[in-house]
């Protein structure tokens, strides 16, 4: 099946400013992609641009098989977009947000709409005006997914969230795609607790695609490495050894290349060192690579 | 309900996690060559992980030899190979030498590998079903 979310050499610019360029990612049908990236990587311009708010300034992009310049609005039958902060009309509660959406829909769904504000824990009656970011998003997340979308483009939609409340909001929605499969691209700096929902992960740096990998194959070969003896030349470390700092008797990094032979070849390349290697969270791991590729000496593809 | 117990931690590939699990459950006897074994849908709807998580970790269970599909009727634990295969044996020599090699890094010695291997095999002895932490 052809994939539902691809861009092909996109490029964007505001004036002098590149937001994307030459980015090609591809979203397999029925597969989920996190997209990560420092703010002002290139994320939301790439989310706007797939749904056709913003038009490319090179390149294309596609959703469905239909170039973003070309969406017609029935497309959105089939594509669910949450912008970062999601807007929502002025209705007094959920259940009339709800009554407000419904009928753009021809496969809205009731049923499903009521297991999602039980997953959220958000009662058809909570009022809407001046309610907490966390109460608006999931309540926009419920209209965004109760039309069993194909596809959903969400910008940050964990962004501002406290832990318990991001958390039902990914069971909310593993709530539709635990069961139909459905093809996801979604920007957020939350990996770990989108760990049960993501298939790939792709990483925007300075506006170009550094990355896209399988989550699993990116949890195999990241790890920070405490590397603690006399004398450590960090020379010595290993191509794929990222920010690499200076400890007290020692240095630590994160590798990007661990495999079964990282221990054998650390403890020949310095020998009487001892060192402890342990899987760090994916988000401390993916701070430590975009400070990586920030920083003077590094050098872009580093991955 | 899933009829084995399985708590995802972050940090470890789900995948990896689903496969511990099931192995663990099947050599533990919590789950009994011939039970039937959750669909995808519902492995990845209990969980609440993406099915396609579920697809893979099921997949791998097959190769290993731990279910088996069976095309219009489901998926089973599967029976138990008669006798392990004689290449089963020369696979372990290789997880056993990286275990001695790293074990004699650090400086242990072969008594507490023994008891550490020895405990480790107490713990995954069959038991009455259920009462078996996962």
């Known amino acids: 099946m052809a994939d539902l979310i691809v861009t092909q050499g996109l490029g964007r610019t505001f004036g002098k400013v590149v937001a994307l360029d030459d980015v090609g990612l591809h979203v397999p049908t029925g597969q989920a992609v996190g997209l990560i990236g420092s703010n002002g990587a290139g994320k939301s311009t790439l989310l706007k641009i797939l749904v056709n708010l913003l038009p490319p300034t090179s390149g294309r992009a596609e959703l469905c098989g239909v170039d973003s310049r070309r969406l017609r609005a029935s497309i959105f039958e089939r594509v669910g977009y949450m912008a970062e902060g999601q807007h929502l009309p002025r209705v007094p509660d959920v259940r009339a947000l709800l009554d407000y959406c419904r009928p753009f829909y021809t496969r809205w769904d009731d049923a499903l709409a009521t297991r999602l504000m039980a997953t959220l824990d958000l009662p058809p009656g909570t009022p809407l005006p001046r309610a907490s970011r966390g109460t608006r998003m ?31 909001v990914v069971d909310g929605l593993l709530e539709l795609v635990s069961a139909e499969g459905t093809t996801v691209l979604l920007a957020s700096h939350d990996l770990d607790v989108l760990e049960r929902l993501l298939d790939q992960v792709a990483m925007l740096h300075d506006a170009r695609l550094v990355f896209q990998e399988p989550l699993e194959t990116l949890q195999a070969r990241y790890r920070l490495v405490e590397l603690t003896g006399p004398a450590i030349d960090a020379t010595l470390l290993p191509a794929g050894s990222l920010d690499v700092r200076p400890m007290p008797d020692g240095i630590s990094f994160l590798t990007t290349s661990f495999g079964s032979d990282t221990e054998v070849t650390l403890g020949a390349t310095f020998p009487g060192a001892t060192f402890r290697i342990a899987r760090p969270a ?9 400070r990586t590729l920030r920083g003077p000496a590094s050098t872009r593809g580093a991955a | 309900m899933l009829s084995f117990r399985i708590d995802l931690v972050p940090g470890v590939p789900v995948y990896e996690q689903l496969v511990t699990a099931v192995t663990r459950a099947v050599v533990a006897g919590v789950l009994r060559p ?12 209990a969980l609440r992980i993406n099915p396609n998580t579920a697809q893979k970790a099921v997949a791998h269970l097959t190769t290993l030899g731990l279910l088996q599909v069976h095309p219009g009727v489901g998926t089973r634990v599967a029976q138990p190979a008669a006798a392990p295969r004689s290449a089963s044996l020369a696979e372990m020599r290789d997880q056993v030498s990286a275990l001695a090699l790293e074990a004699r890094r650090r400086g242990h010695d072969l008594q507490d590998i023994q008891d550490l291997l020895e405990a480790e095999w107490r713990r995954l002895e069959p038991s009455t079903r259920g009462t078996r932490r996962g």
Do not use: N
């Not at chain 1, 994916?282 to 975009?290: G, Q, S, V």
């Open chain 2, 34 to 45: 011939g039970d039937p074994f959750p669909s995808v849908r519902t492995l990845s709807q």
């Open chain 1, 282 to 290: 994916l988000r401390e791991a993916f701070i430590a690579h975009a």
């Open chain 1, 138 to 168: 999931k309540a926009a997340l419920v209209a965004t997914l109760a039309f069993h979308p194909e596809v959903l483009v969400l910008d940050e939609p964990l962004e501002g969230l406290d832990p318990l409340t991001r958390e039902q």
